[in-house]
């Protein structure tokens, strides 16, 4: 039978499932060799310590949470929609929404510096433009209903609520048409 190749992919792809279905608390070099069927010495061949894992599975999370949000995106509706997607991910990928959202986040001191984060600005021109409101009002609505879909994300990926989408989707509609007002 050939050796197994450990390569640094196949670490990160088994991480990364580890993190989806337990949380990151699960994941340590131990537990993950474990799961690949080898010793931890590959682990620190590629990754110099746990926390430069948990950077590069950040990364993996950050950009399937990405995936997540524009597949759902309704361009005709963008901003609801993706608060909708955000909600949505929080429900249905919790450890990846933990994982992302309920950690300091270095250099986020402000909305704004939220907004330059996560806000998609192609969105806000676009939504500028076809409600007829300047980029700067879409730019607070946008901020705000960050804030406001993070507080419902939360308080579904902390178990604290068990709502329908459907009364989520209603919800999460009034607070976008309330903050679109003048």
Known sequence: MPKQIID???ILKVAF???KANGFEAVNARSVAK???CS???IYSYFTNMESLKQEINMQAMNFYNEFIYSRADYNNILESMANANVAFAKYETNLFKLLFFQKLNGLNSF???YEWIGDK???RQLATKLGLSEQKIKEVYIMLIVFTHGVATMIATGGANISDEEIASFLKQGYNAFLKP
């Open 8 to 10: 640094k992919e196949k």
């Open 40 to 42: 931890v010495q590959p």
């Open 122 to 124: 192609e969105a806000t």
């Open 112 to 114: 704004n510096d939220i």
């Open 17 to 19: 499932q580890m993190v």
């Open 35 to 37: 799961k690949i069927g």
